[in-house]
């Protein structure tokens, strides 16, 4: 009899571990560290989750991209606005990449300011993602990519893609009307 106890709760053991391992390895799981690592203040662990040089690039070529119906005239407009977003594209990263530091780490805007060339993120909401529940959110995932929206907010997706080491980063954010 004690036998058979030891064989139901190892067994029990090993369905509750590989059911964790399954759940760290899911876009739930990362977004989950991510909101934790917000309502820590932590932007170190928070950019494990962000890869912000591909959210920059993927804003860049959403303002760079092309109208099939337009004229000459726009299309060299256009072109002039893709040279000044590639000079512009390392600045933007980094002072990004810095305000959202910043933001994460709860850091006063006042004090932080940096002058001309900052980008300054002052609406970025942090405690909606704080507050968020996961089940107001939509993840589709197909294989190694994965589509999120919070469920009353359609238009504003993201894009995450499973990394190497196993984890989960938000890779692109997608504006649709």
Do not use: C
Request: no cysteine; net charge positive.
């Amino acid at each position: 009899m004690r036998r058979k106890g030891i064989l139901i709760a190892g067994i029990i053991a090993l369905v509750a571990l590989s059911g964790f391992w399954y759940l760290r390895g899911t876009p739930h799981y990362s977004l989950f560290k991510l909101s934790q690592a917000v309502r820590n203040h932590n932007p170190d662990e928070a950019f494990k989750y962000i890869d912000i040089d591909s959210v920059v690039a993927g804003f860049a070529r959403t303002l760079m991209g092309s109208n099939p119906g337009e004229t000459e005239e726009e299309a060299a407009r256009r072109s002039s606005l893709r040279r000044m977003i590639a000079e512009a594209l390392p600045g933007m990263r980094g002072s990004i990449r810095s305000s959202l530091r910043d933001a994460i780490a709860g850091k006063d805007r006042d004090k932080g300011r940096k002058g001309l060339g900052s980008i300054e993120i002052n609406n970025l909401n942090l405690r909606k993602i704080r507050e968020t529940p996961f089940w107001n959110l939509e993840v589709k995932r197909n294989g190694s990519t994965a589509m999120v929206h919070l469920k009353d907010n359609p238009g504003l997706k993201a894009k995450m893609v499973k990394t190497t080491s196993g984890h989960w980063q938000i890779t692109e954010v997608v504006l649709s009307p």
